[in-house]
């Protein structure tokens, strides 16, 4: 097992064991901020990304952000979580934030929203919030649209959380 820190950015990923940002700096083309640093551990053929912000999340619950491996990148589930941890009461509010947190973790791996292949969304009160969450996915998804999901749950490990979005994405850097 060998562990690296890898700067990501919207555009790409610099050599492993480099901490050397390529691209923008500051935004990708969705106008996202650039990712932090990254950990990954290489394990058995695949790549296992942590963003150290939530490395503390990732310890205790025993998770990687991302898992590269064979072409294709495997998201654990974002919420719409506040820096704090917390949620937003407002649904929308909290919606848009998930998606932005998506956005967030594929950019760890150098990948977007446009590399999106599957997409599983699961919700707390499915039909009360699933017209507003299409309005907010459809503001963060272009066509060709991913494949897609929706999951009907009673909770989620978050108190309050009303979503959680797991996805799986092409890897841009296998190609």
Request: net charge negative; with cysteine.
């Amino acid at each position: 097992m060998r562990h690296s820190w890898v700067g990501a950015t919207a555009y790409g990923t610099a050599a492993r064991g480099s901490s050397k940002r390529i691209g923008v700096p500051d935004a990708g083309p969705t106008g996202f901020p650039a990712a932090p640093r990254v950990r990954a551990v290489h394990h058995g053929g695949m790549e296992h990304l942590d963003d150290p912000a939530d490395a503390a999340t990732a310890a205790q619950w025993h998770f990687s952000h991302v898992v590269r491996s064979r072409g294709l990148l495997f998201c654990s589930g974002v919420m719409g979580t506040r820096e704090d941890g917390s949620v937003d009461a407002d649904p929308g509010t909290q919606l848009e934030r998930a998606f932005v947190r998506l956005a967030e973790t594929l950019a760890t791996a150098g990948a977007d929203v446009s590399h999106l292949v599957e997409m599983t969304s699961y919700h707390v009160g499915l039909q009360q919030h699933l017209a507003t969450f299409a309005a907010v996915r459809d503001r963060h998804l272009a066509a060709p649209y991913p494949a897609w999901s929706a999951i009907g749950v009673v909770e989620l490990a978050v108190p309050g959380a009303l979503v959680e979005i797991r996805a799986v994405a092409e890897d841009p850097q296998d190609g």
